[in-house]
Each structure stands twice: as structure tokens, then as C-alpha cells.
């Protein structure tokens, strides 16, 4: 069976693998899609330092194979993943479609018994990341035909009426479990996120866009999306977003002002910044209301610094300023439901924008960097 | 001007009235639709001591104007009413559509100090409970062409995209803010609402219709409702109910066995209990997954008493609980907004399933008692 | 070394057992204090169907060491558990004091994964109640010289500050993160535990003793305890209790009544209803404010029912009802931490009002049961 | 009557009023004690712009008598303001001792309905700062013997128990109705403030120091207190206060690190930033554990900017940040309520450092721009 492998920053080569002996409690998964995410993009391109200041900082064990966005399908199981492996206890068989939380997690340190669904792990590890396919089982990543998956992974079975094209997003739409976490942090004094409020979401990249429906299907009266492709502002309207903003035609004072004129002058009540830079960072606090909330997911690699202004900005703003990184390992059953439930309300397949075969990863990465892509994907067994 | 007025328990007469003189600040609201509710309902069969064990309880001053969700049209208005009665701070003019929350309240008591959105006021007055017709400024209440709206009134203008058969239900749709009460209750520990959790709606009149439709609007992942009129529940099918179950037709055992066969064994996350009998009380704790929250809003009168077993259905059931009565003020515009968000996805308009002339008040009143009506409405100045 | 083995309900006998061999994770325990809980009275008096209605119900396994709030002394380990046992990660070695989590958890299962702490583990086992002292490694209670600790335990570091004496009142202490679940819960909106509250406490035994300190520690601004012995609310007072009222002397009636005059005429903003009965079930929902917060944690066995009013006692109350069963490892941190730091302010060491020799194992359980003791403990090595 | 009038930023004139006439539910209340507050000093400085971004930024209408942070006695009261000015309901006479808080709210605005306490009013005007000394009633601050109370402010009745210098802390005290925040938007995964957590106060003035004593009320596990000043960092031990910093003497990698070692190197669960400066900002963030909550109370004025990084303090931090301006109405019956529980507990009287006479305003004003006085206060009537 074959793998993309990445030898070193931006080179791949396709390589042979054996398949791996199973230990009991594992299975193998045959790759249907595999999504390339942010993470990827910086591997490739060298930046291997990430989650700055955590200890799952690490350099990247070259040569790995990549991909943690992964759907697939049960291609051999042993008996103790066929009876416990599933998260929610549900038998699995050769043939079930499943989905995986990348992380591979310890349950044991300060934040696994601290934080709920072990997103903050001190001792974590991730598919497609962490593991040199030197070493065995090798299949430790989606870009591969077979994928090894280990006793200790947390296993999602994929509901019948959820195509691969959707579910492979599900690693993202379990990212905006965030909502439901602004949610718990709000109050009947219109702090955080209540039903009828004006979201704004800064950044309509693969992220954005599926945090667009989540913000629509959580009960928001209005979402104002913004980005600087036409395209993904195009996309995002059909995800649920009543106005855009592109940022390439427009000021950052225009777009606040828009956003109060729809907000009778107060601001959002909350904003989503999901925008890969810092300088919408001070913009997205200025569209808040004050006491609004906001959500900083976007800044997920290390871009720099931004000047603020402490008591503007803050505190007599009233601000709630949420950091996230990381998705619950909870969060796969709800966004595997969810997406279910609205297959029809949300163009969730036609978010793969473009599929590529093993051979072609290089093309898929940098179609992956252009923003008229939404999200690309490897399909290493042929196009789905 | 005419209106339906309660002489006495079971009894009404059609009076004509003038119109009253306006002080400033007031305003005239000429009547498109007024509801009737189950409090209409028990004031006209003579339980006319409501909200037990609260500040609020009074008798009822016949004679009195009913309906208190009201929508209309402003008919006339005074300077202060136009530039700041709306609760936005929207102006209004004449010919704009509003409607208006029936609570007066004093803004000054303990609760109203403390508790969001003015619900638990001590010493708080109803539109169509409170006043006497038989004092000025006598109309006090929808049904009736024309109504009096004092300056002290919270008034909501309706949204353009909004009609008045569906503005009718604003009042209604406004106790859903309960809905966000439980989601603030919520935490990361899967307690109150989150994404993608069962909800079960016990009983599916107008109340538990509008938060099947609420509960889908949020988030909900799977949707269950109960009733005893196949009407209800094909409606709340149409409202977002994935399953519903006849409560004529099935036993509280199987109910309970079907939601938990829905939940993989657990039971559900969220019961909404909304029918006014303390029967499936503790039906709706038994579906509840361990730790899950009920909340009650069915028993607003006093339907006697129910046995619960502390140990079982509360200390080793971890159950949250949350009794809730009214609204808040603060709930009329995330109301109206998500109504009209969403005015193609739910058929809000067919909910109003009867109009009536003032002169029929008595056939309105017995048809509202007819478990195959939905919500029954006044239309004093003609039908809709 | 020898244990008081529970060979049937009602019967003790005196064993001797020979020291298990230590697998690398685990550790062996001198024990010095042992406390007597009422899950040990109800084991003793052969109900031993505890945890209605959820998966851990389970009978006896006779004959049991029982014994499940424990301090003691690590005296013999293992190099894993040396160096990784600590709940917070810091090294054990001989010598060093130590105090447990009873529960045994999966890990795995839907409880454990989603919510904080394993609290509701549908696979757990105890310490002190789950296992036979017939099967290896036998020692798994406190009324034992010395108790095996297995590489799955929670182990918490005694700090230096806190003797024995107070230390093994850490179980029922990290029960009290009730108290941080009631905060959670909280809203501006005065619902659950704020600062300056009127906290009621029914039933001062240990349990409610420790709740009343937990709640004078939290900020309350006044705590009212009851309970029917004179001796404990002598005591409650001394752990911060305001006002006492003894139900053997005073009726319901009264108890409302005094309640209601301590607030104004409101109620209580918190009940924490300790007491095993139902009887006060429906007193303590009666002392509560409109909106006001209790939490059930005293019928932890099935001690029959009690006749509520639906409309009365929670939909019109807009009470918020909270069951807790059980505490979560993550509770014996702060426990520790906030014991250690208050020692000089509360009695905490005569709580312990009793010691007994494990030959005088009956003696002990009788003195339990007996309302003018506080917590009674098994010193098997000799008295602290 | 006297009254200390600042004719002009820096200048001070004694002035004699007549006594004003009372409109029924107004009252007049002889001065005991009257704050100088951070507030009072920027405008003193003729830094007259303050709560910048806000609707409530005004410049100060000079003449004005300065001081909102009051303690009095009741001296001429009219029947209305007799029955029911008082904010819990309490009936006022002549000769009772009163406090109050200084805003005056609309009622009406998006602010005052959607959150709690009317801490945002958009049309609020400030007692000691927004009324000019030269239009009728005059005496609107607390600089002065007798003071003007309109029946429209909130009004509350100290204690029996509470001295005259305790009780002119509440306004400040009221502030720490923050940690109750920070409690509201806590989780059982240890988010926001639990109990036994690390605090850390950045600033031990006055409303650090309070903020210190606060914790300590609610069951911190430990707090650690920074300022510059040694007088008020002994102080700070005395409130709570475990370790403190001297800014003075300590680097800011220094005092990070030392928070880290004193919370096995995860850092501080809270940290509540009071100081007036931008500097202690990022200082703040880095002390924090991974998904820790900052409060930033300190830069209630504008201070200037600093740079942080998006990534690595944020996102990757997981940071909750809470900015705060103002004390809700709600929060004074707390205040109150515990500093009465705590009086022998805390050094509340010791805290105001210094009394001055009218005359002496000036020597008032520099002496509490001293860091080592802690609360200086003007004492129109004669010290106390």
C-alpha cells in the first residue's frame, strides 16, 4: 500500500509500506479522504515549531506522513476494537465508516483530568504529525491507502446519512464545539453567546465557514462574514451568512461601521476571529458591543505582534476575550449529528472543493494555498 | 370602539367604548390579532387565583378585556411614545406595527433589581388580567379594536418580514428565552443544552410547538415530541420533531424505552416539560440521561400533586431541574428576529389555526379548549 | 496484619492477612485513620442495594473490608508509583501521607469521557465496599493495619499542614465541590451561589457540617444549619453557622418562618439539603426565595417518596433543582489546599469525635449511628 | 453648610451652600466619610476625559464637589424616600447610617434592560463628578457636610454592625462583585474561579487590596499580591495575601517564575490585574495557567498601549480575558453584608489610612497619591 510521505519541508515522495500485524484493540482504515489543514500547510512549508509556549511544542519527526482530517472505511479489525474502540460504545465491523480525533491523548496529567474532552494534554500526540512513518506501525497519517489505528484513539462511527465528503470535515466542525463553550460562558446579562445575537465572523476559510453554519444552526439572528475571496464569501452566504465584507474592497473602519449600523449602533455581540493574522485582531474587538465577546481561534501559529490599547480595548470595552485551540474529543458526536441533520440545509460536500490522488500532493498543497480553494483534500483510492 | 369584555366567569358581552385621550408617552393600538392563552382559558372558567404562592397572586377584577399577546398597528401616538417607548430605541410612528410584552412592572422591587429581564416583578400587572374595563383607561386588554398602551409598556416594533399571524406568537416564542436560561446552565460537563444533545418536548401545544422549533433552532440534535392530538404532533413534526409519540396510543413505559433506545440506553440530555398536568412529571425525569435537566413550564396553574422518590429520581438521578414561569422582556427581540429569520423553515403562520370575530368570543374560547386547534386568535378589526 | 472483615450484614470478624507482593504501579498504605460514612451503616444493616437506578447498583460482595475515607502512611512502593501515582503529578515515597479517591474508574465509557471528574463512571468500583477480602490482593478497605493501593487509584499528597484528623475528612470534604457546582450554575441574575448569600444547610452530620464550613469558606453572608441534635448544632456553629434551628423542637412551620424573617421575607438564596430523609425535601424547598437553588445530596440511599406540587414547588417557585450523587477526583486538591489553609478557623480535627481499635469495629459502627457523634474513625494502628 | 469645591483641575475653594429643599423622596445626609478615589485624582489632574469609547465620556462641569464614595447619616429624610428609597426595601429614618451608590441610572436603555446592576447606563451621571456645584441642588458630592440624595438613587442601609470606615469600602468593595463574575463564567473544567485556586492581585491599592480579601472570602487556595510599595504589601498579607512581590525589587521573569514554582509550574488559575498601568499587562497573561482567567480592573483610565502577541498570549494560551468598569447596584448588599461577617477577620477600619478636614483637601489629594497611604478620606464633619 502506498503513502505521500513528507521527507523534509516541501518535498514528498510516494513510498511502499507493508501492512502492519495487528495488536488487538487496533484496526486499519482504508483511506477515503483525508483533508489538508493549516497545520499542514506550516509543516511543509518548515515552520515545525507550533502551539507556541505548550509543552507539545515539538520539531517535526521527518519523514512523516501527513493528513489528520480523516474518513475512512473499517478494513480489518480485531476483536477488542470491534466491541470497545467506538467513543460512544458502538459496535464496529469491516465495512463501517469511521471518522478519528487525531489526538492521541495520556488521560492521566493535570489537563486530561482538569479539562473536559482532553484538549489540552500535556504529553499529546497527533496522527499526521507527531509520528515518523520510519518507525512502525509507519501508517500513522490520512495522505496513505491503509492507516494503523491505535487501541488509544479516539474512534467515531459515521452515521448512515453522512457522506465521506462531509464527514471528513468533522475534525473541523468539532472545532466549533467553541460555541457551545461561549455559550457556557454566557449569562442572561447578554454576555457570551445568547439566540438572536449578531455574530461576526472574521476569516471565512475552511474554519470560518463551517463556524458561519454553526453560528446559524446555534439559534444567531444575524452572521456577518468576512474574508478576501469572493469565492469564500460566496461560499459563506450559502452556509448561512446574511452579509460579507471583503476585506480586500473595503476599510477595516468601514466594516466596523457596517457592523454597528446592523447592530443599532452597538456592535456584534460576538465575533468569531478565525483569520490567520493579528491585524484583524484589534478590528474584531472595536466591532464588539461592549461586553461582547470574542472568540480568537485564527492565530493558531505564531504571526507576530499587535498593539493594543488596554483600556480601550479591555477594559472599559468590557470585553471577553476566549483563546481556543483545540477541538474536544467530545465534540465528534454533535458535529457528526449536526452536520446529519442539516444535510440539506448546508452545502457541506461541495466544501471539498477539489480531491487529488497520492501522486498529486504537491499540486493538492499548493491548490490548498490558493483562497479560491475551500478545502482540498487527498483521496488516496481514487475520487469519491 | 367594541370589545369582548369578561363580565363574570363564563360569561362575556360585547361593550362599546370611546376612545380615550392620550397623556403623553401613551399610545393607541388598533388590534390585528390577539391570542388566546391558557391563562384566558382558566380565567374564563373561573380559577381566577394564579401564580400560587407568589406576590402576584390576585382574584380577577371583573369586568375585564382578555388578550395579552397582542399585534397591531399604531393607531395613534404622543411625542414621547414615538421617540422612546420602543424597547430598542427604534422611533415609532403611526402605522407601524408593534407588539408588546403584557407585564407591567415597577423596576424597583428586589426582583426586578435582580432577576434579567423584569419576570419575577412583585408587584407586576398583566394587560388582559389586571385591569378592570370598568376604569379608565379601560382598554386594557386585544380583544377589543382598539387598545391603550400606557408609557410604561415594553413595545416591540415588528419586523418588516414579519406578518401578523406569526407576530401574534411573539409572547410565546419569547418564554423559549428559557431555552438559552438552560443553555447558560449548560458546562463543558454536558449538563443543560448543547449542541447536537435530545431534546424531548412533553406536550405539543402552542407552548411546546414553539419550542420544538426553538430547541431545532439551537442546535438540538435529535428532537422528540409527545401529545394526545395527532394534529399537534404532525405539526411538531413539521416544526423540527424527528419522532413523535401519542400519548392516547403508547404507555409512559414504552415512551421512556423509545427515548432511551434514541439515546444509545442513556436517555435524553433535555426535557422540556410543557403540558399542564403533573402526570408525566416524573415520565419526563425518567427519560432524562443521568445529569440530565428538565425544564418545567407545563403546571402554571396548580394541577395537584405527584409522588417523586427524592433518592431515585433526583439524588442518584443527578438531575437539574429548573422551574420556569414567564418571560423576560429582554426575550421579544431575539423572538421576532429568529421568527423572522427563519419564516421559510417553519410554518409559524399555520399555527394560527382559528380567527374569530369579537362577537364569536364564546365559540373562540371553547374552540382554544379543543386539543385539534392550535393557537386560536382574535381578530377584532377582520381577519388576517 | 489484620482487618475487621464484614462476613454478612451485622457480623464482623477480626482476619489476619499476610502483606500482597506489589506489582510496579501500586503501593501499600499504613493506615491511620479510617472514618465511618452512612454507605458503611447502610452495607452494616444489609441494604445493600445502594445507587438506585444506575448501572454501579450492584449487591455486597461479603465478606468485605470495608473503609473507603482513608489517611495514612506509604509504606512500601513501587518505582512507577513513586514517580507517577500523585494526582498532581508530585513523587510519593515511604513515609509519606497520603489520602485516596474510593472510586475506581474506567476511563472510557460516555460518563468518564463527558463529564469532569469520573464522578459517574458506569463501571466504577469502591474501595471499601466493591470487593471481596476473599480474592487477592484482599486489603482493599481502611479497617485494615494496611491497605493495597492499585496502579489505578487517585492518590493525593496529605500537605504538611493538615493531620491525620482532619486529612481523612477529605472525601466528604471534595464532596463540597458541590458547592463550586452551585457557582457554576450562578448568573448575575442571582440564580445559584453568589457572594453575601443566605446559605440553608438541613442536616449538620458530617456531610452537612462540612458544607456549612465549605459555604462560610465561599463567601456566604449568612448559614443557617438544622438538625435534630443538640451536639452537632453546637458544632455547626463553631464551623460558621449563624443561626441553628433543632427540629426536635421547632415545627416546619416555624423553620419557614424563621427563614423568611432572616431574608427580608424572601427566602433562602441556597438550601443544601443534607438530610436522609424526604421528609424536609419539601421544607427545604419551601425556605427557598422565588428562583432560589437547592441542592439534594442526602438521600444517597432510597428512603421512599414524598408528594411535591408540581405548579407550587417548581414550575412557579422557579426553583432550580440540583441532585448530586457522589464527588470528583479532582475535588481532593482544593479540599486539601483550602483545609489546610482554614485549620486554625475551623475545628476541623474534632470533627473526629471518636476512635475505635479495629476489635472494637461494632462498638464503632453503633457510635455512628448515634446523632451526638460527629465522625467516628477506625484507628487500626493506634490512636492519633 | 461647607463644601470643598474644584473650581478647576488643581484648585480647590471652600464654599458655603444653604441647605436645599427637599421634593418628596429625596433626602439629606450629613457626611461622616467620603473617599478619595482613582477617579477623583485623574480629574484633579485635569485628566477630564474619562471611560473613552463609551457613551458616557463627558468633560467634568466645573465646579464640582467631588467625592462619591459615602458614608453618612440620614438628616432630613421625606416620607417617600422614608418608605421605599431604600434599595432592599427597608424603611429609613432620621439618623441611620447610609451608603450609596453614586451613579445614576436611566432605567430604560439597551444597557440598563440586558445587564445586571445597570452597570453600563448609557445616559449614567456620577455623584462627585457629573453635576456642577453651581446649579441647584448643589451638593452632589460627598466633599462636603451634608449632601443632596435624589430619590432616584440606590440607597442602602449599613449594617448595625459596621463602622463608618469599614462601610466607606463599599463602593470599592462592591467592585469585587467581579470575582462573582469570574465565578458565573466558571466550569467544573477549571475555568474562571473555583475553589482553592491560585489568585493573583497585580496592585495592592485600595481596590487590589479589597480584591485580595474577596478571594480570601471565596475560597481561594492561595493568593499572591505584587506593588511597589512595602506599606501595602504588609497590608495585603493582613487581607490574605500568602506571598507577596515588590515590583520594586523584582523583575518581572522573577515574579513569574515564582508563581509558576508556587503552582507546580502551571501557573495561576486567576489573576486580577488592578494596577493602573499597561506594563503589568503581558506580565499578567504569562502568569497564568494554560486556559487561565485574567480580570483587568486596573486601567479604568487611558494609560497608553502595548504589544502583545495574538498566538502565543491568546490562542495558544487559551486565555479568558474579562474586562470591567464599574460595580453593579446588586453588589452593595453583599459588600456590605460581608464585610459585617468579617469585620475581626480583615483590617477593614485600618485601611483608611488617613481622615482630612474640608480645609485640608489639598494635603488629602497628594497625600493619596502617596503609595503608602492606602484610603484617605475626607471627613467634612470631624474625624471618626
Known amino acids: 500500500m502506498q503513502a505521500a510521505v513528507l ?37 511543509y512549508q518548515g515552520e515545525t515549531k507550533q502551539y507556541a509556549g505548550t509543552p507539545a511544542e515539538t520539531d517535526t519527526p521527518f519523514p512523516i506522513i501527513q493528513g489528520h482530517e480523516n474518513v475512512g472505511i473499517v478494513s480489518e479489525i480485531t476483536p477488542t476494537a470491534a466491541s470497545s474502540l467506538e467513543f460512544y460504545g458502538r459496535p464496529l465491523k469491516v465495512g463501517d465508516r469511521i471518522a478519528m480525533c487525531p489526538d492521541i491523548v495520556c488521560g492521566r496529567c493535570y489537563e486530561c483530568t482538569h479539562v473536559m474532552g482532553y484538549v489540552w494534554c500535556e504529553h499529546s500526540d497527533c496522527y499526521g504529525n507527531s509520528y515518523s512513518s520510519a518507525d512502525w506501525p509507519h501508517l500513522m497519517g ?29 475534525e473541523l466542525m468539532a472545532c466549533a464545539a467553541s460555541l457551545d463553550k461561549l455559550k457556557e460562558f454566557s449569562s442572561m446579562s447578554h454576555e457570551g453567546f445568547n439566540s ?60 466596523i461601521a457596517l457592523v454597528r449600523e446592523l447592530t443599532s449602533g452597538r456592535g456584534a455581540d460576538v465575533v468569531l476571529h478565525m483569520a490567520n493574522t493579528p491585524a484583524s485582531f484589534v478590528e474584531g474587538i472595536e466591532m464588539l458591543k461592549r461586553g461582547g465577546m470574542m472568540l480568537e481561534m485564527g492565530n493558531f501559529a505564531d504571526t507576530g505582534e499587535v498593539s493594543i490599547n488596554v483600556h480601550r480595548h479591555v477594559c472599559s470595552k468590557n470585553i471577553r476575550l476566549i483563546g481556543i485551540t483545540n477541538h474536544p474529543s ?7 449529528s449536526l452536520m446529519e441533520r442539516h444535510a440539506d440545509r448546508y452545502p457541506f460536500e461541495e466544501m471539498v472543493s477539489h480531491q487529488f490522488a497520492l501522486a498529486d500532493v504537491d ?7 490558493d483562497p479560491t480553494s475551500l478545502k482540498v483534500a487527498m483521496a488516496p483510492n481514487g475520487f469519491i
Request: with cysteine; glycine share 10%; net charge negative.
Open 142 to 170: 490520512g495522505w496513505s491507502q491503509q492507516m494503523y489505528i491505535r487501541p488509544d484513539t479516539f474512534v467515531y462511527k459515521v452515521p448512515s446519512g453522512l457522506s465521506p465528503k462531509a464527514a471528513v470535515l468533522v
Open 196 to 255: 438572536g445575537d449578531t455574530v461576526v465572523v472574521i476569516g471565512s476559510g475552511p474554519l470560518g465557514l463551517l463556524h458561519v453554519a454553526k453560528a446559524d444552526m446555534m439559534g444567531a439572528g444575524q452572521v456577518i462574514a468576512t474574508d478576501l475571496s469572493e469565492t469564500r464569501l460566496a461560499f459563506a452566504k450559502r452556509m448561512g451568512a446574511d452579509v460579507t465584507m471583503n476585506v480586500a474592497q473595503t476599510s477595516a473602519e468601514e466594516r
Open 330 to 336: 467530545t465534540g465528534y458526536g454533535p458535529a457528526l
Open 7 to 43: 521527507v523534509a519541508p516541501g518535498r514528498y515522495e510516494i513510498e511502499e509500506f507493508s501492512r502492519p500485524a495487528l495488536p488487538d484493540g487496533a484496526l486499519l482504515m482504508q483511506i477515503e479522504l483525508s483533508g489538508i489543514c493549516g497545520t499542514d500547510k506550516h509543516t
Open 363 to 369: 499540486l493538492a498543497m499548493r491548490t490548498s494555498m
